[in-house]
């Protein structure tokens, strides 16, 4: 992705150009107080974990964008460009880091009900994902998982229940972290579970995200089209007790198999079993992968995603 933020420095339409500063707080933070300062200065609600043996699941109210930024087909999450905010939502924190001092540049989690499937990737400008920088906000489905049959994906005014859109800082993330030792600072995308408590993972949703999903189809000026043996993959790693970060679970987005590229458009469940194989965690970090990389720069394909319905079990 660090092309992408030399190109778009260019135009000056700015993705990125930042580097990965969330929060640094402790694995774990025993503070009663209503809210917790991490120690770069982010402020966040301090979240109490649940009774050992209960299920959460991450719901999505249409409150979270009552003061939204509006854009074409719906709203999406009025901080995604302010500093020192995190995202959080029932007992979840979601990682985010944001900028507009100069230039906009958001990272992590933000929340959005943009119902939106256009393909931007083809401004006339050089790169031919320039349209892509105001438009980032969409999900394939249309909208979050449940939401009314009567929601037809990519028809904007039919915004149905609001989801997560993540972006993965592709180039600042260590690389194959397993067996090390988590902290919030060095990764792009992280949900803190609870907050001293530890969880299972029951449940995850998934869906494609309209840039990756189009330059996986077409290219974008970036990301080249797919050929055969080509994949696009999401990895998932938990976070122990102890702070290690445990061997990742892989969801695929999309993989050409030779005769056709296969990429869902609508939510998808992450297997059950290789959520439960991470074991009893106090975070989810995620990262991504494609065949499409350099080198140098890293993942071609655009480095987006988007989730609903996390469910969890406390179990300590």
Not at 44 to 54: C, E, H, L, N, Q
Not at 145 to 173: E, K, R
Request: charged share 10%; proline share 4%; with cysteine.
């Amino acid at each position: 992705m660090m092309k992408k933020v030399l190109y778009v420095l260019t135009v000056g339409l700015f993705l990125g150009l930042s580097s990965c500063n969330n929060d640094d707080a402790p694995l774990n933070n025993e503070s009663a107080s209503a809210v917790e300062t991490s120690k770069s200065g982010v402020t966040r609600k301090t979240v109490t974990d649940p009774a050992i043996g209960t299920t959460s699941t991450l719901t999505l109210t249409s409150a979270l964008l009552a003061s939204g930024t509006t854009t074409t087909g719906g709203k999406y999450w009025e901080n995604t460009y302010v500093s020192g905010t995190n995202l959080n939502v029932d007992i979840f924190t979601f990682s985010h880091t944001a900028t507009s001092a100069g230039y906009n540049y958001w990272d992590g989690f933000t929340v959005s009900n943009v119902n939106d499937i256009t393909d931007y990737g083809s401004g006339a400008a050089p790169g031919g994902s320039d349209g892509w920088v105001a438009h980032q906000w969409g999900t394939m489905a249309g909208s979050g998982f449940g939401s009314s049959s009567s929601v037809t994906p990519g028809t904007p005014g039919t915004a149905g229940d609001p989801y997560i859109v993540a972006y993965w800082s592709s180039y600042l993330d260590p690389k194959n972290p397993q067996g090390t030792t988590f902290s919030e600072s060095s990764f792009s995308n992280w949900i803190k579970i609870g907050n001293t408590g530890l969880y299972q993972v029951e449940g995850l949703k998934i869906n494609m995200h309209p840039w990756p999903y189009y330059g996986c189809l077409y290219g974008d000026g970036f990301a080249r089209a797919f050929t055969s043996g080509d994949s696009f993959k999401l990895l998932i790693y938990g976070v122990t007790e102890d702070g290690t970060i445990t061997n990742p679970i892989t969801h695929t987005l999309a993989n050409h198999t030779g005769s056709s590229l296969v990429m869902p458009t609508g939510w998808v469940n992450v297997s059950a079993t290789n959520l439960q194989s991470l074991g009893e965690v106090q975070y989810l970090v995620f990262q991504m992968s494609s065949t499409d990389f350099d080198l140098v720069y890293g993942m071609n394909t655009a480095a987006y995603f988007c989730l609903d319905k996390l469910s969890v079990k406390r179990t300590e």
